[in-house]
């Protein structure tokens, strides 16, 4: 059993990093010390009383990475409410059915997002505020659940559920909040202590690749036991500069880059806008964060503008095929794209998605800081990770301490099946959909994850690919069309690729780079005829029941999830 309570994780470290920086939202100068993000917690606290929210009542959550997202979060898993993260990427439909299910009572909401949401199909929520500034942009379904005297006060403009505090000085913050929260800032925190954590702090909706979207259950014993590991295994530690771009209603994300962030007296930096290439080199270059959390696509992407042209040149390619010359030019490399980072992290931490063979194997040979985790929602998110200087080629890190592991159903010759998790990182199951819960998570607890693959005696976890996406060929070979893609989006002229089955035979869906294409005048025709050179050189990489039959031009970008997995669904019927 984790012994660390998840509300005590947050109140243990408001104390100890008062007046350390908290929270910044990058771009706007402005940084909140941990102790002015704990008035702030109190002040929604207060808030949540005024629209008399009860505990376990659920409060929902949309919009860009900021330090009120965060905030709201926080006040509202401290005062015992639970948290509904809702990716801003998810378009109106879906947030109205995800607040209405979960019964929502009140919606913070990024004011752009605000604009395209209908008000009258939102028939649970109460009352609706900004996450630029807290103000109420919107009371409704208020019955008789509130008093209308303090419902008129929120109509107030100017952040009127703050009145209580208006005229509390600066220097009597921390006077008030020991008056006002004894415990810390959950109001009535001693439900808390030295009780097991919470049941239920969080309903994650996945956005997944199979198109069905479920709110998962977490529990606050879950989400501690991704936090303790974190500080414990010295992951992130006070101080740390940390950059937060991935999505905060993400899993992942939100787990590292926030929550254990949070908790470890970490300095924020929030970055609200799309995270290109460009704007997170600046970001990088300029706060030289201490350890990174990201995703493949964006290494990838550095990857293959900056450093694959410059191995392609005649002469690189000859220096580096001559031992000891090679040496001083790696290292050269490894100094570029350390700096590019920021120059000062310890690694760079992968996961969401699995990393690129070509591009892991260039890493691990210029002795790059980086790592490849592996997890999912559904196990708040972390499954397997290991530092840098443990990592292991090809793997996905080692499985935590925390959970056990097993393959289901093995192949005989190769020993690959179905990795099943058991343990206090599982989620407590899909809200209000035992069916899929039942299919999932089997009688003894095992959650059966659905990514095939192995574990080796050391605990390492190596992954092949997705049960649903693997192919079965006609002699009845297993195909992973994961692996066939890595090879080919490293070809040139491919920004991105799928492949399918079709007519018993494997058709790869190609993005062309038209960037690359546009800088070297490239037609159509030339086009195609590249593709099918692509396509001859990558089936001689591969086996014959592998072969790909043809390439087949996709005019742009596919659709992919929040962590940047393509919807493979969508192209598949």
Not at 158 to 163: M, Q, S, T
Not at 369 to 380: D, L, S
Request: negative net charge; charged residues 20%; proline residues 5%.
């Amino acid at each position: 059993m984790i012994q660390e309570n998840f509300i005590r994780l947050f109140e243990d470290g408001f104390r100890k990093y008062w007046e350390m920086p908290g929270f910044t939202n990058y771009g706007e100068g402005i940084t909140l010390t941990y102790g002015e993000i704990a008035r702030k917690i109190a002040e929604l606290h207060l808030l949540f009383e005024t629209c008399g929210v009860k505990p376990n009542d659920k409060i929902a959550l949309i919009g860009r990475n900021n330090a009120n997202w965060a905030i709201t979060y926080i006040a509202t898993v401290t005062y015992g409410a639970i948290i509904v993260p809702i990716l801003q990427d998810f378009n109106p439909n879906d947030v109205h059915h995800i607040t209405n299910q979960t019964e929502a009572k009140l919606l913070f909401v990024g004011d752009l997002i605000w604009e395209n949401l209908e008000e009258e199909k939102l028939t649970t929520v109460k009352a609706v505020f900004s996450l630029t500034n807290f103000n109420c942009l919107s009371l409704l379904n208020r019955g008789t659940t509130v008093d209308p005297v303090e419902m008129e006060i929120l109509k107030e403009e100017e952040e009127p559920f703050k009145i209580e505090l208006s005229e509390i000085k600066h220097e009597a913050i921390g006077k008030l909040f020991n008056e006002k929260y004894p415990y810390g800032f959950v109001r009535d925190s001693v439900r808390y202590i030295d009780k097991p954590n919470p049941e239920i702090v969080s309903i994650n909706y996945t956005s997944g690749t199979t198109g069905f979207s479920k709110g998962v259950m977490l529990s606050g014993n879950a989400l501690s036991g991704n936090i303790t590991f974190g500080l414990r295994t010295k992951l992130i530690a006070p101080g740390f500069r940390i950059i937060s771009f991935l999505p905060l209603a993400h899993a992942y994300g939100c787990a590292f880059e926030f929550l254990a962030s949070t908790c470890a007296g970490c300095h924020i930096h929030f970055i609200g806008k799309t995270p290109s290439p460009k704007i997170l080199l600046q970001a990088f270059a300029g706060i030289k964060p201490n350890v990174i959390f990201c995703v493949p696509l964006i290494i990838e992407k550095i990857y293959k503008k900056q450093i694959q042209p410059l191995l392609a040149r005649p002469s690189m390619r000859w220096v580096l095929s001559i031992p000891f010359l090679d040496q001083p030019v790696l290292a050269q490399i490894r100094k570029k794209l350390i700096d590019a980072f920021g120059g000062e992290f310890s690694e760079i931490v992968v996961g969401g998605a699995p990393l690129n063979a070509e591009v892991e194997e260039f890493f691990h040979k210029i002795k790059f800081p980086f790592t490849v985790g592996y997890g999912m929602t559904e196990c708040a998110p972390l499954i397997s990770y290991s530092h840098s200087w443990d990592f292991v080629p090809k793997s996905s890190g080692k499985l935590l301490d925390i959970l056990e592991a097993k393959i289901d159903s093995p192949n005989a010759e190769t020993g690959i099946g179905e990795i099943c998790v058991r343990g206090e990182n599982v989620m407590s199951g899909y809200y209000k959909n035992p069916e899929a819960t039942d299919q999932i998570i089997d009688t003894e607890g095992w959650l059966h994850t659905g990514d095939l693959g192995i574990i080796d005696g050391e605990g390492n976890v190596f992954i092949r690919g997705r049960n649903k996406t693997m192919i079965l060929s006609s002699n009845g070979q297993n195909i992973y069309p994961e692996e066939i893609e890595a090879r080919l989006n490293n070809m040139p002229f491919v920004m991105e690729s799928l492949v399918i089955e079709s007519n018993n035979k494997l058709i790869a869906l190609v993005c062309p780079d038209y960037e690359a294409i546009d800088i070297e005048h490239i037609e159509q025709n030339q086009l195609e005829n590249l593709m099918e050179e692509n396509r001859k050189l990558l089936n001689s990489m591969l086996a014959s029941y592998e072969s790909v039959s043809k390439i087949q031009l996709y005019p742009h970008e596919f659709e992919k999830t929040p962590k940047k997995s393509i919807k493979r669904y969508l192209y598949t019927s």
